[in-house]
C-alpha cells in the first residue's frame, strides 16, 4: 500500500519556493542543498524525510514537474516552470522598448518577472541588460497608463462612457492639455509600440483613436455606450498609421523591393498581381490619408494607379515640399 502523504504547508511552500528560485537542469539540488536554502531564505529547519515527502505531495497531487533522485541519481531540479526563459526574456525586452510605458512602471514589472527565474536565469537577464540598447529616451513620461488600461478595460466591458484629458507635447517638451473628450470606449489595441483606444467619438460621429499615453484623468461613468454600425475589425484594417476615415478602393504599382514591406504592412489579405519581373500591382482598401503618409517613404517605389484625384493630390503636394528645398 502507497504511504499516506502528509503535508506541512509552510514546508512544502518553502521546498517549492527554493526549487523554483535555485533549481534547473544544470543546477541540480540534493536534498541536503534544499535543507540549507530553506534554511538560509526562511529560518526554518526541516528533515531529510520532510523533503522527500512534499517533493512527493508536489509531483503526485499538485502535478508540479520534478526530475528526482531516481532518474538522476544526483537530485531534483524543477524541470518545467510556469515561463520558459526565452519567453520571460521576450516580455522583459518588450517593456524596455516599450514607448507607452513610464520608466519606474518598466522596471518594477521587469523585476517581477524575473522573480520567476532561477537565480542563475536572473544572472544572465542582468549581464545581457547591462549591454542591450533600450529606448529609454522615448519612453513616455505619463504615469497613469497601466490605470487607464484597467479603467478603461472595465467600461468596454460594462459599456459606457469614459471622460479624460487628453494630452499633447509642447515646444517645451511638456505635455500640455489640449481637449478634454467624452467617449464610448470599444477596444485596446497595441500598434507601432503604443497603446491606442479606439472609441466612438460623438463629435465627429465616427470611431477614432487615442493614444494611451496621452489620456490623464480618466474617469468612468454610467452613461451607456452610443451604439455604432461600424465594424471595428473593419476600422482597424483599414486604418494606416492609426489615421481612421472613409474608405476607398486605391491601386499602386510597387517596385518588387518593396514586396515584403508591402505584406508586412497591409497582412496577406489584400490583392497582389505580377505586372512583370520588376513590378506588382497592388489593391487596397484603406483610408487614403494615413497610406499617402507609408507612400512618402517609398516614393521611388511606388507610383498611384487609382483613383486619379488622388494621385494628383499627391502630386500638388510634392510641389509644395519642393519649394521649401
Given at each position: 500500500?502507497?504511504?499516506?502523504?502528509?503535508?506541512?504547508?509552510?514546508?512544502?511552500?518553502?521546498?517549492?519556493?527554493?526549487?523554483?528560485?535555485?533549481?534547473?537542469?544544470?543546477?541540480?539540488?540534493?536534498?541536503?542543498?534544499?535543507?540549507?536554502?530553506?534554511?538560509?531564505?526562511?529560518?526554518?529547519?526541516?528533515?531529510?524525510?520532510?523533503?522527500?515527502?512534499?517533493?512527493?505531495?508536489?509531483?503526485?497531487?499538485?502535478?508540479?514537474?520534478?526530475?528526482?533522485?531516481?532518474?538522476?541519481?544526483?537530485?531534483?531540479?524543477?524541470?518545467?516552470?510556469?515561463?520558459?526563459?526565452?519567453?520571460?526574456?521576450?516580455?522583459?525586452?518588450?517593456?524596455?522598448?516599450?514607448?507607452?510605458?513610464?520608466?519606474?512602471?518598466?522596471?518594477?514589472?521587469?523585476?517581477?518577472?524575473?522573480?520567476?527565474?532561477?537565480?542563475?536565469?536572473?544572472?544572465?537577464?542582468?549581464?545581457?541588460?547591462?549591454?542591450?540598447?533600450?529606448?529609454?529616451?522615448?519612453?513616455?513620461?505619463?504615469?497613469?497608463?497601466?490605470?487607464?488600461?484597467?479603467?478603461?478595460?472595465?467600461?468596454?466591458?460594462?459599456?459606457?462612457?469614459?471622460?479624460?484629458?487628453?494630452?499633447?507635447?509642447?515646444?517645451?517638451?511638456?505635455?500640455?492639455?489640449?481637449t478634454t473628450k467624452r467617449?464610448?470606449?470599444?477596444?485596446?489595441?497595441?500598434?507601432?509600440?503604443?497603446?491606442?483606444?479606439?472609441?466612438?467619438?460623438?463629435?465627429?460621429?465616427?470611431?477614432?483613436?487615442?493614444?494611451?499615453?496621452?489620456?490623464?484623468?480618466?474617469?468612468?461613468?454610467?452613461?451607456?455606450?452610443?451604439?455604432?454600425?461600424?465594424?471595428?475589425?473593419?476600422?482597424?484594417?483599414?486604418?494606416?498609421?492609426?489615421?481612421?476615415?472613409?474608405?476607398?478602393?486605391?491601386?499602386?504599382?510597387?517596385?518588387?523591393?518593396?514586396?515584403?514591406?508591402?505584406?508586412?504592412?497591409?497582412?496577406?489579405?489584400?490583392?497582389?498581381?505580377?505586372?512583370?519581373?520588376?513590378?506588382?500591382?497592388?489593391?487596397?482598401?484603406?483610408?487614403p490619408k494615413g497610406l499617402?503618409?507609408?507612400?512618402?517613404?517609398?516614393?521611388?517605389?511606388?507610383?498611384?494607379?487609382?483613383?486619379?484625384?488622388?494621385?494628383?493630390?499627391?502630386?500638388?503636394?510634392?510641389?509644395?515640399?519642393?519649394?521649401?528645398?
Open positions: 500500500m502507497k504511504d499516506k502523504l502528509h503535508t506541512n504547508l509552510g514546508n512544502i511552500i518553502y521546498i517549492y519556493d527554493v526549487l523554483k528560485k535555485y533549481s534547473d537542469v544544470d543546477h541540480i539540488l540534493s536534498v541536503k542543498d534544499i535543507i540549507k536554502y530553506v534554511k538560509e531564505e526562511f529560518d526554518e529547519e526541516i528533515e531529510d524525510r520532510t523533503v522527500r515527502r512534499n517533493i512527493r505531495v508536489l509531483m503526485e497531487k499538485l502535478d508540479i514537474d520534478i526530475e528526482t533522485f531516481k532518474e538522476n541519481r544526483q537530485g531534483y531540479y524543477l524541470r518545467t516552470k510556469d515561463f520558459e526563459f526565452s519567453e520571460i526574456k521576450m516580455m522583459i525586452d518588450l517593456l524596455h522598448y516599450s514607448k507607452f510605458m513610464e520608466e519606474a512602471f518598466s522596471v518594477e514589472i521587469v523585476e517581477k518577472l524575473k522573480g520567476l527565474l532561477s537565480i542563475y536565469e536572473q544572472e544572465t537577464i542582468n549581464e545581457t541588460e547591462k549591454i542591450a540598447v533600450y529606448s529609454k529616451n522615448i519612453k513616455t513620461i505619463n504615469k497613469e497608463v497601466l490605470n487607464n488600461i484597467e479603467v478603461l478595460s472595465n467600461s468596454i466591458k460594462s459599456k459606457t462612457e469614459v471622460e479624460f484629458e487628453y494630452y499633447k507635447y509642447d515646444i517645451n517638451k511638456k505635455l500640455k492639455l489640449e467617449v464610448s470606449p470599444y477596444a485596446i489595441l497595441c500598434e507601432n509600440e503604443f497603446y491606442y483606444l479606439i472609441a466612438y467619438n460623438e463629435k465627429f460621429k465616427e470611431l477614432s483613436y487615442f493614444r494611451l499615453d496621452r489620456i490623464k484623468n480618466i474617469k468612468s461613468t454610467e452613461i451607456p455606450n452610443v451604439k455604432t454600425n461600424q465594424s471595428i475589425k473593419d476600422f482597424v484594417q483599414s486604418s494606416v498609421y492609426m489615421f481612421g476615415g472613409e474608405r476607398q478602393t486605391i491601386e499602386l504599382k510597387c517596385d518588387m523591393l518593396i514586396l515584403d514591406a508591402v505584406i508586412e504592412k497591409f497582412g496577406t489579405n489584400i490583392e497582389i498581381q505580377k505586372m512583370d519581373e520588376k513590378y506588382f500591382k497592388v489593391t487596397l482598401n484603406v483610408c499617402k503618409m507609408w507612400i512618402m517613404q517609398y516614393l521611388s517605389y511606388v507610383e498611384i494607379l487609382e483613383p486619379i484625384l488622388m494621385k494628383e493630390g499627391l502630386k500638388n503636394n510634392l510641389k509644395e515640399i519642393l519649394k521649401k528645398y
